[in-house]
């Protein structure tokens, strides 16, 4: 497996782990299916006696919706911004976290 595959599963599920909530049932299935039971889309659709399309295009708004809900509200950015910070561990990097911490991005 290619490393950017995993980094983007992974950045994915951490989304899903924020804002998987605001999906809609269908989307949240899909995503559950495919990204943590790791699920084809086929066995996914035998499961739920549904086309491989169906499944594809339900995957397909809950990674656009995740990235889109990102992209407005940054917890995911700004948890790995504060871990960096506080993974450093200079007095500068403290400084940061503690700022971002108390004023956001």
């Known amino acids: ?3 950017d595959y ?9 989304l899903y782990d924020l804002y998987g909530p605001l999906l809609s049932k269908t989307q949240q299935e899909a995503f559950e ?7 084809s889309l086929g066995e996914i659709s035998e499961d739920r006696n549904t086309t491989r399309s169906a499944v594809g295009d339900a995957l397909h708004k ?3 919706r995740l990235e ?3 992209s407005v509200l940054r917890f995911e950015e700004t948890r790995k911004k504060l871990l960096s910070y ?9 400084a940061k976290a503690k ?5 956001g991005i």
Request: charged share 40%.
């Open 86 to 94: 506080l993974e450093e561990g200079s007095e500068e990097s403290l």
């Open 1 to 3: 497996m290619k490393k």
């Open 68 to 70: 889109e809900i990102e």
């Open 62 to 64: 809950a990674e656009a």
């Open 33 to 39: 299916d495919h990204y943590l039971a790791d699920l």
């Open 99 to 103: 700022e971002l911490l108390e004023h």
């Open 6 to 14: 995993i980094a983007d599963r992974l950045h994915l599920i951490a």
